[in-house]
């Protein structure tokens, strides 16, 4: 997949808006039940976006010019991955999400963590990351997965 990678700016916040709500409505179901994803997609406000974008380090994911996928870290921690429903299953989440850890490999944390919705646990595990701790109270996964071997 030839994506290309780049920081997100000020100006691409409605499109990760859209992209993170797509993905959510139309990708976690039917693992995740529709109420809950509905819940969980109506939790961020497009003035949320753009508090995202200024606190987070957003990168997004181009093909052919479109941003099809998006990603947010912060230190050690990723902090959401979204890829547009109608580039699902292409390797938008995976190469983002290869590139997010080769960022914070580089920067020398020697893990990363984050905390999976419940749809999304198994893409993390297949990928290397390990449960990290209890379900959450909202119902999320904490996972890690080593960076430096
Ligand atoms: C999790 C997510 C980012 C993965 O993005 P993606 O670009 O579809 O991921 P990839 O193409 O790299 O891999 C998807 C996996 O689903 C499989 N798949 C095949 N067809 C698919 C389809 N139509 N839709 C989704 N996944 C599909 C892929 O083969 C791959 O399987 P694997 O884990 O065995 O390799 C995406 O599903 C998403 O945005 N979900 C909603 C938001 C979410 O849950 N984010 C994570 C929050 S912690």
């Not at 990168?59 to 547009?84: H, P, S």
């Given at each position: 997949m030839g994506a290309v990678y780049r920081l997100a700016m000020r100006e691409d916040a409605?499109?990760?808006?859209?992209?993170?709500?797509?993905?959510?409505l139309e990708l976690a179901p039917p693992t995740m039940p529709k109420a809950e994803a509905k819940a969980w997609a109506t939790k961020l406000t497009p003035s949320g976006m753009e508090r995202k974008l200024r606190e987070?380090?957003?990168w997004v994911a181009e093909l052919d010019g479109i941003v099809v996928g998006w990603g947010a870290i912060q230190g050690d921690t990723l902090e959401g991955l979204y890829a547009a429903p109608e580039f699902a299953g292409q390797?938008?989440?995976?190469?983002?999400?290869?590139?997010?850890?080769?960022?914070?490999?580089?920067?020398?944390?020697?893990?990363?963590?984050?905390?999976?919705?419940?749809n999304a646990r198994d893409f993390y595990l297949r990928r290397g990351y390990r449960a990290s701790g209890p379900q959450t109270p909202e119902g999320a996964w904490p996972i890690a997965k080593e960076l430096l071997a």
């Amino acid at each position: 997949m030839g994506a290309v990678y780049r920081l997100a700016m000020r100006e691409d916040a409605s499109r990760l808006y859209d992209i993170r709500r797509r993905s959510i409505l139309e990708l976690a179901p039917p693992t995740m039940p529709k109420a809950e994803a509905k819940a969980w997609a109506t939790k961020l406000t497009p003035s949320g976006m753009e508090r995202k974008l200024r606190e987070l380090e957003i990168w997004v994911a181009e093909l052919d010019g479109i941003v099809v996928g998006w990603g947010a870290i912060q230190g050690d921690t990723l902090e959401g991955l979204y890829a547009a429903p109608e580039f699902a299953g292409q390797g938008v989440g995976a190469g983002l999400l290869g590139m997010l850890e080769g960022l914070m490999r580089d920067r020398e944390f020697p893990s990363v963590h984050a905390e999976a919705s419940s749809n999304a646990r198994d893409f993390y595990l297949r990928r290397g990351y390990r449960a990290s701790g209890p379900q959450t109270p909202e119902g999320a996964w904490p996972i890690a997965k080593e960076l430096l071997a």
